[in-house]
């Protein structure tokens, strides 16, 4: 699935809706195309890859034709080529290429992280050195190198000229957890300082004071899009990789989930005023 994600939901939207349209049965529509209907259910939840032929081949029984069902199948074949993430398979899990391929083209990005810093708001260093030592899965220098290189990929469309916004939430104690050393701790709190003057990023601590919290259960990342055709997703952080979520009861307890973290967050002023006091006292300590 980790191959143009949005694209496939949006084509596998447009399919289910034309099916429904003409009445057809998951069933039936499996054999025009012979294949079984769990395979159209994964197309149409845009989580298998889509032939251009088997599209065609669909929508002709679907009664649909003309610049519909051109811009459908032209619409599969954008669908078939690989997006930069494809680079690493191998190294990075199947269903994080899949949350990497999702946040690509959102417009809106929002990500809370109850330990760590976010993967977004991470300098090398401080990804170098979680990825050392997080999780149980043990890793090769090569393989740490290409995550750290993936991240940065990942962090670059935050610099691009047309940028998601992001907000991000963590809790104040991952400012002080120390992650690879004091140096790498001050690079970090540095780095997000100047992250933070940046006008399609915004920053808030969940403080300590704040007690018992929504965010309590784990990390989650809520992806929005700019086009309508496009309906928004959540993916949960496991031990056992990303849970991808997208039925809209999912999403609206995610939702809640925000919208409670942000009740109990600092500003983001107030956020930049404490990340800057550990700044300079981790440079006098």
Same mark, same amino acid.
């Given at each position: 699935?980790?191959?143009?994600?949005v694209?496939?939901?949006?084509?596998?939207?447009a399919?289910?809706?034309?099916r429904?349209?003409?009445k057809?049965?998951?069933?039936?529509?499996?054999e025009?195309?012979?294949?079984?209907?769990?395979?159209?259910?994964?197309?149409e939840?845009?989580?298998?890859?889509t032939?251009?032929?088997?599209?065609?081949?669909?929508?002709?029984?679907y009664?649909?034709?003309?610049?519909?069902?051109?811009?459908?199948?032209?619409?599969?074949?954008?669908?078939?080529?690989?997006?930069?993430?494809?680079?690493?398979?191998?190294?990075v899990?199947?269903?994080?290429?899949?949350?990497i391929?999702?946040?690509s083209?959102?417009s809106?990005?929002?990500t809370?992280?109850?330990?760590?810093?976010?993967?977004?708001?991470?300098?090398e260093?401080y990804?170098?050195?979680?990825?050392?030592?997080?999780?149980?899965?043990?890793?090769?220098?090569?393989?740490?190198?290409?995550r750290?290189q993936?991240?940065?990929?990942?962090q670059?469309?935050l610099?691009?000229?047309?940028p998601?916004?992001?907000?991000?939430?963590?809790?104040?104690?991952?400012l002080?957890?120390p992650?690879?050393?004091?140096? +790498?701790?001050s690079?970090?709190?540095?780095h %997000?300082?100047?992250? &933070?003057e940046?006008?399609?990023? =915004?920053? #808030?601590? $969940?403080?300590t004071?704040?007690?018992?919290?929504?965010g309590?259960?784990?990390?989650?990342?809520?992806?929005d899009y700019?086009s309508?055709?496009?309906?928004?997703?959540?993916?949960?952080?496991?031990v056992?990789?990303?849970l991808y979520?997208?039925?809209?009861?999912e999403?609206? +307890?995610?939702?809640?989930?925000?919208?409670? %973290?942000?009740?109990? &967050?600092?500003?983001?002023?107030? =956020?930049v #005023?404490? $990340?800057?006091?550990?700044?300079?006292?981790s440079?006098?300590?």
């Amino acid at each position: 699935m980790a191959t143009n994600t949005v694209r496939r939901r949006r084509l596998g939207i447009a399919l289910r809706e034309h099916r429904r349209s003409a009445k057809v049965s998951m069933e039936d529509a499996a054999e025009v195309i012979s294949v079984h209907k769990t395979t159209i259910s994964r197309m149409e939840r845009g989580q298998a890859a889509t032939k251009p032929l088997f599209v065609q081949a669909l929508l002709e029984h679907y009664k649909v034709d003309g610049l519909e069902a051109s811009a459908l199948v032209e619409l599969a074949k954008e669908a078939s080529r690989p997006g930069w993430w494809r680079a690493y398979a191998g190294v990075v899990d199947e269903r994080h290429l899949d949350h990497i391929a999702l946040e690509s083209e959102a417009s809106r990005i929002s990500t809370w992280e109850p330990v760590l810093i976010p993967a977004l708001l991470q300098t090398e260093e401080y990804a170098r050195a979680v990825l050392e030592r997080a999780g149980v899965e043990s890793l090769t220098h090569t393989q740490i190198d290409r995550r750290v290189q993936a991240r940065a990929e990942r962090q670059a469309r935050l610099h691009s000229d047309d940028p998601p916004a992001l907000f991000a939430m963590f809790d104040e104690g991952a400012l002080k957890r120390p992650v690879g050393g004091k140096e +790498v701790r001050s690079g970090q709190l540095a780095h %997000l300082l100047e992250l &933070a003057e940046m006008p399609n990023i =915004t920053i #808030q601590l $969940i403080p300590t004071s704040a007690g018992a919290h929504a965010g309590v259960t784990g990390s989650v990342t809520l992806l929005d899009y700019a086009s309508d055709e496009d309906p928004p997703v959540a993916f949960l952080e496991t031990v056992g990789g990303d849970l991808y979520l997208d039925e809209p009861g999912e999403l609206k +307890v995610c939702r809640a989930v925000f919208d409670a %973290l942000r009740s109990d &967050a600092l500003s983001r002023d107030e =956020t930049v #005023q404490q $990340i800057a006091q550990l700044a300079a006292e981790s440079e006098l300590g």
